[in-house]
């Protein structure tokens, strides 16, 4: 038997090539974490490009000038919104945890009081099977209650750090000035030191990750805030005509943060919440938060189809797969960066799955 060497030797090197761009994703997202401050900036700088531009050709002044208008407007914006948003996060989150042990409490007796009013001789459950059930229910709301308290205090620890706040803050700024006016230099000095193969294979590489991860991912983080100021603005809005809803900040970034998540969406949130309202007596906020899931499901349904120009036309169970991955490896940060992964993965190897994965890697 004659072994064609030529044949594995391709089918060798485009393993070996798939092992590398996810060994080189995994190295990215590391030094992204490390660089945190430098990669918001790139990210704000996406989205203020647009504005830059519009004014440099409405007004013919130069592009730094251009820059550093547009950027004190919204530096002021966000520096004005984070010192509320802060200051509600701390009055929030210290009057949550002081009234943690209250709420646990009062769950604890609504579960009992539910469990009580079962008829078990009906369903045929032994005493030993209804105590199990009840214990199993009150180690689940003690996680549950532990987890909320960790979550809060890490919330809170992280935001009166107020020195290493400071300096990310700092250099995301200067960061993002920089980017911004000095944007053509940059990309100079780039195919300056670089061969001129490399910067050709690295552009089409990059142009194409901005148009279908940046584009998408842009797009995803403005549906999502659009839908963080729709429940941030009705929660509050309840809170001042009467309803009860005491932490209006803290539930409108737990809705954000399921929103973010794909798949899951605000109404992962908003509809237990409600039925939970409804359950307890509470119509009026069961209607409210209703409202305001109906005004969020409109506003995407009209907004989603101008902002996200194409869909990354992977079906949802690859995209659960994903997230499931990321968890399993990294926690719940991974339930964001593993869709993330599977698109750039799509978009490098878009010629191989389109002609089928094992085929493009063993057809000779």
Same mark, same amino acid.
């Given at each position: 038997m004659v072994i064609d060497m030529g044949y594995w030797t391709k089918v060798f090197r485009r393993i070996l090539l798939l092992i590398m761009s996810i060994l080189g994703i995994f190295l990215a997202f590391k030094l992204a974490i490390f660089y945190m401050?430098? *990669?918001?900036?790139?990210?704000? #700088?996406?989205?203020?490009?647009? =504005?830059?531009?519009?004014? &440099?050709k409405k007004t013919n002044l130069s592009r730094k000038t251009s820059a550093i208008i547009v950027l004190v407007v919204v530096m002021s914006i966000i520096i004005g919104f984070l010192i509320w948003?802060?200051? @509600?996060?701390? @009055?929030?989150?210290?009057? *949550?945890?002081?009234?943690?042990?209250?709420?646990?409490?009062?769950?604890?007796l609504m579960i009992q009081d539910i469990i009580k009013n079962i008829d078990?001789?009906?369903?045929? =459950?032994?005493?030993?099977? /209804?105590?199990? =059930?009840?214990? @199993?229910?009150?180690?689940?709301?003690s996680m549950i209650s532990e987890f909320i308290?960790? +979550?809060?205090? #890490?919330?809170? $620890?992280?935001?009166?750090?107020?020195?290493?706040?400071?300096?990310? +803050?700092? !250099?995301?700024?200067? #960061? *993002?000035?920089? =980017?911004?006016?000095?944007?053509?230099?940059? %990309?100079?000095?780039?195919?300056?030191?670089?061969?001129?193969?490399?910067?050709?294979?690295?552009?089409?590489?990059? /142009?194409? %990750?901005?148009?279908?991860?940046?584009?998408?991912?842009?797009?995803?983080?403005?549906l999502i805030l659009i839908s963080f100021g729709i429940v941030l603005i009705g929660l509050y809005f309840m809170k001042i005509i009467g309803f009860n809803i005491k932490y209006? &900040?803290?539930a409108a970034l737990a809705i954000g943060f399921v929103d973010a998540l794909p798949i899951l969406g605000s109404g992962t949130v908003i509809i237990p919440w409600a039925i939970i309202s409804?359950? $307890?007596?509470?119509?009026? %906020?069961?209607?409210?938060?209703?409202?305001?899931?109906? !005004?969020?499901?409109?506003? /995407?349904? *009209?907004?989603?189809?101008r902002i996200v120009s194409k869909h990354i036309g992977i079906h949802p169970i690859f995209t659960l797969i994903a997230m499931y991955t990321g968890f399993k490896f990294i926690g719940v940060i991974g339930m964001f960066i593993g869709p993330i992964v599977l698109i750039?993965?799509?978009? !490098?190897?878009?010629? &191989?799955?389109?002609?089928g994965f094992m085929k493009a890697i063993f057809e000779r």
């Open positions: 401050p430098f *990669l918001i900036a790139f990210i704000i #700088s996406l989205f203020i490009e647009p =504005i830059i531009k519009l004014l &440099m948003g802060i200051t @509600s996060l701390i @009055s929030e989150g210290a009057n *949550l945890l002081s009234g943690l042990n209250d709420y646990f409490e009062k769950t604890y078990f001789s009906k369903i045929q =459950i032994s005493d030993e099977v /209804r105590n199990t =059930i009840g214990n @199993s229910l009150l180690d689940f709301l308290k960790n +979550v809060v205090t #890490s919330m809170l $620890n992280i935001i009166t750090s107020i020195p290493a706040v400071a300096i990310y +803050v700092v !250099i995301t700024i200067l #960061s *993002l000035y920089f =980017i911004c006016t000095d944007k053509i230099y940059m %990309l100079d000095q780039l195919e300056h030191h670089l061969p001129k193969t490399w910067v050709k294979k690295i552009g089409i590489h990059v /142009r194409g %990750l901005i148009l279908s991860l940046g584009g998408y991912l842009k797009a995803q983080f403005t209006p &900040m803290l409804a359950v $307890n007596g509470d119509i009026k %906020l069961a209607v409210g938060l209703l409202i305001v899931y109906a !005004i969020i499901i409109i506003t /995407r349904q *009209l907004l989603e189809p750039i993965l799509k978009n !490098i190897y878009g010629t &191989m799955i389109d002609k």
